[in-house]
């Protein structure tokens, strides 16, 4: 079993909709989550950062947390067609780690 | 300033032969990281820099993997001897400090490898 599993898609959504996106993890010492939104010929690029379980919201994005389940998502309302992009989920387990370990990454398209 | 650059861009080898990729990071970052994605994978972790010393090198796949820094400026990843599952796009990381997890990694456009 892979530590990080990520649903490649693609996914295909209709301008507006909301997107839900998720990854399952099986080390229990990850604490430091994280979502990367990657643009096709382009770096990946931080989006949101959660410590811990629980909610973040930053705009249109929620990122949410459930440790005992060993499960996050990334909601996206009001999808536009420039969140079209690869999302990546990564996640370390503490201070003094830089080492992430990555989803493989769901390509959502949002069609106008 | 600019972000992180990468070069080249794109690179088409020939199985056996040796390629250099360079990265320059952000001015004034300390740590600098090199990762690989494969086509339908995640980023793997390759190396990490702290200054120009390399504590973690457990992500290189072979010894035919190696990375050097000057400073705390430009790295450059070497792989010999190429073989056709060296084929991916190598991604190159900096940030400021290194140690922390809230520790933005910004992301270089990557050289897409091609090995024939």
């Known amino acids: 079993q892979k530590e990080v599993e990520q649903d490649p898609g693609p996914l295909s959504v209709p301008e507006g909709a909301i997107v839900s996106l998720n990854c399952t993890y099986s080390n229990s010492a990850f604490q430091y989550f994280m979502w990367y939104r990657q643009y096709s010929r382009k770096g990946p690029e931080l989006l949101m950062y959660t410590y811990s379980s629980g909610n973040k919201e930053d705009g249109r994005f929620t990122a949410q947390v459930d440790k005992s389940s060993k499960y996050i998502s990334l909601f996206i309302r009001d999808s536009q067609p420039s969140d079209s992009a690869t999302y990546l989920c990564?996640?370390?387990?503490?201070?003094?780690?830089?080492?992430?370990?990555f989803g493989k990454g769901t390509k959502l398209s949002v069609i106008p | 300033g600019a972000g992180v650059s990468q070069s080249p861009s794109n690179k088409v080898t020939e199985k056996g032969k040796d390629v250099e990729l360079r990265c320059d990071p952000i001015s004034g970052h300390t740590a600098l990281y090199w990762y690989r994605q494969r086509l339908g994978q995640g980023l793997e972790f390759l190396i990490y820099f702290q200054g120009n010393s390399a504590p973690d090198k457990s992500g290189l796949p072979s010894d035919r993997f190696s990375a050097e820094r000057t400073g705390e400026s430009v790295s450059t990843l070497t792989i010999q001897r190429t073989q056709q599952e060296d084929s991916a796009v190598y991604l190159c990381?900096?940030?400021?400090?290194?140690?922390?997890?809230?520790?933005?990694?910004?992301f270089g456009p990557g050289t897409r490898l091609l090995v024939l």
């Open positions: 990564a996640m370390t387990s503490g201070a003094g780690s830089y080492q992430l370990t």
């Open positions: 990381a900096s940030s400021p400090l290194a140690g922390g997890p809230q520790e933005t990694q910004y």
